[in-house]
């Protein structure tokens, strides 16, 4: 059972450049959300889904778009990135049924931007 | 902004010593999650106290809640090696309706063989 899986682990990008992180979970989970993750600042919210085919912003949205097309998938895009999105990204999900409110997270991306 | 803040930000003991971090959040909350991170990896869930609560166990770990005071504190007893870690507190942003939490910054704790 591998839970949330999150590709690729790192990535080098060139500003301006763009790229899609993927998130996929096999938990069934309706939920699901994008962090990241700076020094001293512990985890940011960047947009969540409640759903398939539904989104929504986070503490943090600008500069990132994201899609939930399938239940499984939550992918997070950078259309054109800058040095201020270097950071590492944690994509998590969790189950809104009874009273399972934790969140289960994935290992993350490390994310640089030159 | 930053719902929940931890005190301290780093702590260093040795093996076998108590742990206590601290956990100050702003508004009311129905739960108090903890999570540990180890260097390098996604977060995992330790323990979640309801607001009706105002202790609770799991193995090593007490959890205390003081929703008077909005503060909540991790004590992990007779440390380890492996506990070092960093550990953050975490509570629902709009009531639980979207599992939706924010995040403390966070207590690296460091413990020393």
């Known amino acids: 059972n591998a839970g949330v899986t999150q590709t690729p682990k790192f990535r080098v990008l060139k500003t301006g450049q763009s790229m899609t992180l993927l998130c996929a979970q096999d938990?069934?989970?309706?939920?699901m959300y994008w962090y990241r993750q700076d020094p001293g600042m512990g985890l940011r919210l960047i947009h969540y889904?409640?759903?398939?085919?539904?989104?929504a912003k986070g503490e943090v949205p600008d500069g990132y778009n994201v899609s939930r097309l399938k239940k499984q998938n939550f992918l997070l895009g950078l259309e054109s990135a800058a040095p201020s999105q270097t950071s590492v990204y944690f994509c998590?999900?969790?189950?809104?049924?009874?009273?399972?409110?934790?969140?289960?997270f994935g290992s993350g991306t490390q994310l640089s931007v030159l | 902004s930053q719902q929940g803040e931890e005190d301290p930000q780093a702590l260093s003991i040795q093996e076998g010593e108590n742990a206590t971090m601290n956990c100050s959040y702003k508004?009311?909350?129905?739960?108090l999650q903890w999570y540990r991170q180890n260097s390098g990896r996604g977060l995992v869930h330790l323990i979640l106290?309801?607001?009706?609560?105002r202790e609770k166990h799991s193995g090593r770990l007490r959890v205390t809640l003081d929703t008077s005071k909005k503060s909540s504190s991790l004590l992990i007893t007779a440390s380890r090696a492996a506990d070092t870690a960093s550990y953050f507190c975490?509570?629902?942003?709009?009531?639980?309706?979207?599992?939706?939490?924010?995040f403390g910054t966070g207590t690296l704790l460091a413990v020393q063989p």
């Open positions: 508004t009311s909350i129905n739960n």
């Open positions: 889904s409640v759903g398939e085919g539904t989104t």
């Open positions: 975490a509570t629902p942003t709009d009531g639980g309706a979207t599992n939706k939490l924010i």
């Open positions: 106290i309801r607001s009706n609560e």
């Open positions: 938990m069934n989970h309706e939920y």
């Open positions: 998590a999900s969790s189950d809104p049924q009874g009273t399972n409110e934790k969140l289960f």
